[in-house]
């Protein structure tokens, strides 16, 4: 069975940093591609950052390039996400899931993970 459980979230000022991790169980890092998506009160959700499958390739949206940091622990099987200068505008429940390959669309995905809150406050 795919589990993911996400971790790290809470409180953070402006400008501060948080590190999200995805704990990963009845799969390996080598089968999925990992998604972090978030969804803030009232809006859609939206990817943030994926990691591929084999090769590790990362991908980010426009809005935490060059601030966020995905990354994986292959013996763990844990995927973290490094997030700096954050903003209030990052503020929202941040969910790590896997699939198949690296997307965007949170439409086509199964496996999700129960979430983790992040507050930036301003």
């Known amino acids: 069975e795919v589990q993911l459980v996400e971790s790290g979230g809470g409180l953070v000022q402006a400008g501060g940093s948080l590190r999200l991790s995805c704990a990963a169980s009845g799969f390996t890092l080598d089968d999925y591609a990992i998604g972090w998506f978030r969804q803030a009160p009232g809006k859609e959700r939206e990817g943030v950052s994926c990691?591929?499958?084999?090769?590790?390739?990362?991908y980010y949206a426009d809005s935490v390039k060059g601030r966020f940091t995905i990354s994986k622990d292959n013996a763990k099987n844990t995927v973290y996400l490094q997030m700096n200068s954050l903003k209030p505008e990052d503020t929202a429940v941040y969910y790590c899931?896997?699939?198949?390959?690296?997307?965007?669309?949170?439409?086509?995905?199964?496996?999700w993970g129960q979430g983790t809150q992040v507050t930036v406050s301003s």
């Open positions: 899931a896997a699939h198949a390959r690296c997307t965007f669309y949170s439409g086509g995905i199964d496996s």
């Open positions: 990691i591929s499958r084999r090769r590790g390739s990362s």
